[in-house]
């Protein structure tokens, strides 16, 4: 069974950072795409980023684009999110996801598909980590 760990969280000031971490274990597939979504209150789960298993294919949704950044740590079998230049807007829980294909092939596949988009895609997911920008 995939379990998915979120640390990282917490409370920052406009223009701060953070890095978010996501631990994952129990996968029966050597190839899993990893997605970070957040929920903000009153809106709409929304993907904000997600990495290949060979992390040459990236996704980001418009609005972190050149602000944040996703990678991986396969020793560690971990997924980093950081995130700079963090705006009020960007406050939300942010929760970690994952979904395993068959071949590398696939999960690039399928993020250039646009699987990051939806959190249908996703199997698996974290407890989610409260980040709140505020000063």
């Known amino acids: 069974q995939v379990q998915l760990v979120e640390s990282g969280g917490g409370l920052v000031q406009p223009g701060g950072s953070l890095r978010l971490s996501c631990a994952a274990s129990?996968?029966?597939?050597?190839?899993?795409?990893i997605g970070w979504f957040r929920r903000a209150p009153g809106k709409e789960r929304e993907g904000v980023s997600c990495?290949?298993?060979?992390?040459?294919?990236?996704y980001y949704t418009d609005s972190v684009k050149g602000r944040f950044t996703i990678s991986r740590d396969y020793t560690k079998n971990t997924v980093y999110l950081q995130m700079d230049s963090l705006r009020p807007e960007d406050t939300a829980i942010y929760y970690c996801?994952?979904?395993?294909?068959?071949?590398?092939?696939?999960?690039?596949?399928?993020?250039?598909?646009?699987?990051?988009?939806?959190?249908?895609?996703?199997?698996?997911w974290g407890q989610g980590t409260q980040v709140t920008v505020s000063s």
């Open positions: 996801a994952a979904n395993q294909f068959r071949t590398s092939f696939e999960s690039r596949f399928a993020l250039n598909q646009g699987m990051c988009a939806t959190h249908l895609s996703f199997a698996s």
């Open positions: 129990g996968f029966t597939s050597d190839n899993y795409v």
């Open positions: 990495i290949s298993t060979g992390g040459d294919t990236t």
